[in-house]
């Protein structure tokens, strides 16, 4: 969908919008990456905006922003296997949603996410690698033409999502994919 970019005609709806993200960002929930949902970049589950006036000069739709959510829920699943001496391997399955309304979970939106990784014991301990994957027709119940997010989120090296033509989303990223 085409960012909304009504602020470009009213400086007011602009400052109100940069003082509400201002406080999302300390007081919100946030989903995704390494410690929550790892099919998903750092903070990639949940709601996003476009946040062009935070800079200078900005085109409207060129910076996207995790703006978090009023109400949280994650689940995990992981199964841990013994390898080699102090080298282990884990299979997972991780689930997570974000939402803007207060007390309200939305259990239609699992965006789910499978993978696995590897775990070393050092004395400080464990040292780990995960390659998490979303899993296709399963970030919206009963949507599969629409689990694109709207953006791949911050860190994102690649496009994972696809359109129905099997063109990719998103905007230049990090690595310079669209």
Do not use: M
């Not at 939106?109 to 696995?116: A, E, L, N």
């Not at 590897?118 to 899993?135: H, K």
């Amino acid at each position: 969908p085409a960012p909304k970019c009504a602020d470009v005609l009213d400086p007011t709806s602009a400052a109100n919008r940069a003082r509400d993200l201002q406080i999302l960002q300390f007081r919100a929930f946030f989903s995704g990456g390494p410690n929550s949902n790892r099919g998903y970049p750092y903070n990639g589950v949940g709601p996003q905006e476009d946040a062009h006036f935070l800079e200078q000069n900005l085109p409207c739709g060129d910076q996207v922003v995790a703006t978090g959510g009023l109400t949280l829920w994650e689940s995990s699943v992981e199964l841990r296997l013994p390898l080699v001496g102090k080298l282990g391997g884990v299979v997972f399955l991780d689930g997570s949603d974000v939402n803007r309304k207060a007390a309200t979970f939305r259990l239609t939106y699992p965006h789910v996410s499978t993978g696995f990784g590897i775990r070393y014991d050092t004395p400080v301990g464990p040292l780990r690698a995960d390659l998490g994957y979303r899993i296709p027709c399963l970030q919206k119940v009963g949507d599969c033409t629409n689990d694109v997010p709207q953006s791949e989120g911050q860190g994102s090296l690649f496009p994972i999502s696809t359109k129905p033509d099997g063109s990719t989303t998103g905007k230049t990223t990090a690595a310079g994919n669209s």
